[in-house]
């Protein structure tokens, strides 16, 4: 079955040091990858997301992460954290069909 | 640009009444796609509807759970005879294109408690 693996389920980090936060899937075709973030309190908001093309993407608030298809793995970076990047971080992966299929989140929290 | 519309916001329902959740997609959205998170875990996905049409509901527990998307009005997930084990947080979500070409943006959730 299709899975989506976020292996760091809990992040304890201090503002200004670097972030990378593992995400892994299961397909061996063709896949757009997005990874969402939730604020407390809010929705599910698009981070970044990968189609096609360069391999190394760049999203919003300073995110970027990188596809590395012989590693199934698309995993979200950030040099440098801040308190306000405390938040659930979701990776996502369409492959077949139209669903999402989502990993099972990281916690992550910024100490000031 | 206002986006995904769920209502209501919170839910609370006892054990076998009725739950109706409603979604209204971002506007010129016509793919809506709903999604379940139990607590601790990651979204799971549960339907996927066009305007008067399910495409996929292979997410979808085969008894109690409907959905649907008319030609007027927001999308419905219907849950009955509401369980505990249904107790989540249902989320809506719609695109301009299947997701294949596009993402989906989501709204704020329905936070479903059965007592």
């Known amino acids: 079955a299709q899975s989506v693996s976020q292996h760091n389920h809990h992040v304890i980090l201090s503002e200004a040091a670097s972030l990378e936060l593992g995400c892994n899937y299961s397909y061996g075709g063709t896949v757009n990858l997005f990874w969402y973030v939730q604020y407390p309190g809010q929705h599910l908001q698009l981070l970044l997301k990968y189609f096609s093309g360069d391999p190394l993407v760049k999203g919003i608030k300073g995110f970027e992460a990188e596809f590395i298809k012989s590693k199934f793995s698309f995993n979200l970076r950030k040099p440098s954290v801040q308190w306000s990047d405390t938040a659930e971080y979701f990776c996502?992966?369409?492959?077949?069909?139209?669903?999402?299929?989502f990993g099972g989140g990281t916690r992550l929290m910024v100490k000031p | 640009n206002a986006g995904v519309m769920q209502n209501p916001r919170h839910l609370v329902r006892r054990r076998g009444q009725e739950a109706r959740l409603r979604c209204s997609p971002m506007?010129?959205?016509?793919?809506v796609y709903w999604y379940r998170q139990l607590p601790e875990e990651g979204l799971k996905f549960m339907v996927y509807?066009?305007?008067?049409?399910?495409?996929?509901e292979s997410g979808m527990p085969k008894e109690r759970f409907s959905a649907e998307f008319p030609k007027e009005g927001p999308s419905i997930l219907r849950i009955q005879q509401v369980v505990r084990g249904d107790s989540a947080a249902y989320f809506c979500a719609s695109s301009l294109t299947g997701t294949r070409a596009g993402e989906q943006y989501f709204g704020p959730g329905t936070r479903l408690t059965v007592t």
């Open positions: 506007k010129g959205h016509s793919h």
């Open positions: 509807l066009q305007k008067e049409n399910i495409i996929d």
């Open positions: 996502a992966v369409n492959n077949a069909g139209n669903m999402l299929t």
